[in-house]
């Protein structure tokens, strides 16, 4: 599975959009880019995934450029209980089920 | 649904003790995995299973078994603990192989050793 490159850390202001960028760019044609965060000490959670189309969740938005090699998730108003790091991975959608994950970036919401 | 349950949630342990951290999921889920994440770090691979009866090793197995015995239970054991296994660890599933890959956590197993 191809690597990821994400900022250590970023911060938002309550009720804005946190924009989440990731860098992907051995991605090959079939592998899918998942997000997923960590409150705090819990365990991760899913939040969208795509291939080469953006996508929209009730969670987020996730827009993959049209070469594939960067993404960004949108939460579109984020809010205090955002705080969180988040995960982009890289994986073949029928391939090896274990996932890597990198360090993430820390997103920090303030009021 | 419970989704996937750990236990125990914290645990201390003495450097050369055994012990098992229990997984189990409800969803009947193929594939199952556990994590172990250290301060500041992401989350390792340790071990996962495609199946009943079929385990594999991730990036950092060393120290530790595991088996599957059913679809449901995962269990990881320390067969000799050491300190530089304290962490937290965590269980994970999903539907498997071909599926969207969606992995279920569970709330983690914080261990120490001694």
């Known amino acids: 599975d191809a690597k990821t490159t994400q900022p250590t850390s970023m911060d938002c202001a309550e009720g804005r959009a946190a924009n989440l960028p990731c860098n992907h760019s051995t991605i090959s044609g079939n592998e899918y880019v998942y997000w997923y965060r960590q409150i705090h000490s819990q365990g991760p959670q899913y939040i969208i995934h795509g291939l080469k189309n953006n996508e929209t969740n009730e969670m987020a938005s996730l827009i993959i450029t049209e070469d594939r090699k960067s993404s960004t998730l949108i939460l579109p108003h984020a809010t205090l209980r955002d705080t969180a790091v988040y995960y982009c991975i890289v994986r073949t959608q029928g391939g090896s089920e274990k996932l890597v994950f990198g360090k993430g970036t820390k997103l920090t919401v303030n009021p | 649904n419970a989704g996937v349950t750990q236990t125990p949630k914290f645990q201390v342990l003495k450097t050369g003790q055994s012990m098992t951290l229990q997984c189990a999921q409800d969803m009947n889920h193929e594939y199952m995995s556990w994590y172990r994440q250290d301060p500041g770090m992401g989350l390792r691979l340790i071990h996962y299973s495609v199946g009943a009866g079929i385990t594999d090793q991730g990036e950092v197995p060393n120290g530790y078994n595991v088996s599957r015995s059913t679809t449901e239970d995962f269990p990881l054991r320390l067969l000799s603990a050491a300190p530089s296994q304290t962490s937290v660890y965590f269980c994970?599933?999903?539907?498997?192989?071909?599926?969207?890959?969606?992995?279920?956590f569970g709330e983690g197993s914080r261990l120490t050793v001694l």
């Open positions: 994970a599933s999903s539907r498997g192989h071909g599926n969207t890959g969606e992995l279920f």
